[in-house]
């Protein structure tokens, strides 16, 4: 995955729904002051920070720190893993998760400070290094 050098507010002018767009706003502003970064785009991702991951495997590659998507159907969260939060995703509001993905229809209807947590709990595992699954450097 790699940084592109498209415009953020320009991306989420055009995000659709409505509230798709809105709620892309108050993520950006969230992860901004969470991560202390400034947003970026990797493709239709909007990441914060970039680092280096290495699986025992041996595949690699760069990554945002904190990232989510704004999709037409749901905004799409990257986090750590979905079982690293069961207790927060629980108090969390409506969503549905994948292995690694939190979507949230509207933001709005959760609970900001769960999230909050859930995403600086994210960006801790990321800034300390990773865990068995994986080894993260943070570049930036």
Same mark, same amino acid.
């Given at each position: 995955?790699?940084?592109?050098?498209?415009?953020?507010?320009?991306?989420?002018?055009?995000?659709?729904?409505?509230?798709?767009?809105?709620?892309?706003?108050?993520?950006?502003?969230?992860?901004? #002051?969470?991560? &202390?970064?400034?947003? =970026?785009?990797? /493709?239709?991702?909007?990441?914060?920070?970039? !680092?280096? @991951?290495?699986?025992?495997?041996?595949?690699?590659?760069?990554?945002?720190?904190?990232?989510?998507?704004?999709?037409?159907?749901?905004?799409?969260?990257?986090?750590?893993?979905? #079982?690293?939060? &069961?207790?927060?995703? =629980?108090?969390? /509001?409506?969503?549905?998760?994948?292995?690694? !993905?939190? @979507?949230?229809?509207?933001?709005?209807?959760?609970?900001?400070?769960?999230?909050?947590?859930?995403?600086?709990?994210?960006?801790?595992?990321?800034?300390?290094?990773?865990?068995?699954?994986?080894?993260?450097?943070?570049?930036?």
């Amino acid at each position: 995955m790699k940084r592109t050098d498209g415009s953020v507010a320009s991306f989420i002018a055009e995000v659709i729904p409505a509230k798709r767009q809105r709620d892309a706003h108050a993520l950006v502003d969230m992860m901004r #002051e969470i991560s &202390g970064r400034e947003p =970026a785009l990797w /493709g239709t991702i909007v990441g914060f920070g970039r !680092c280096h @991951y290495r699986y025992p495997t041996g595949n690699e590659g760069d990554m945002p720190v904190l990232a989510f998507a704004p999709r037409k159907t749901a905004s799409t969260i990257y986090l750590d893993s979905i #079982e690293a939060h &069961g207790q927060a995703l =629980a108090e969390l /509001g409506p969503h549905s998760s994948g292995v690694g !993905c939190l @979507y949230i229809k509207d933001l709005e209807q959760v609970d900001e400070a769960v999230l909050r947590g859930i995403l600086e709990r994210t960006l801790a595992y990321v800034e300390g290094g990773g865990g068995e699954y994986a080894r993260i450097t943070v570049i930036d």
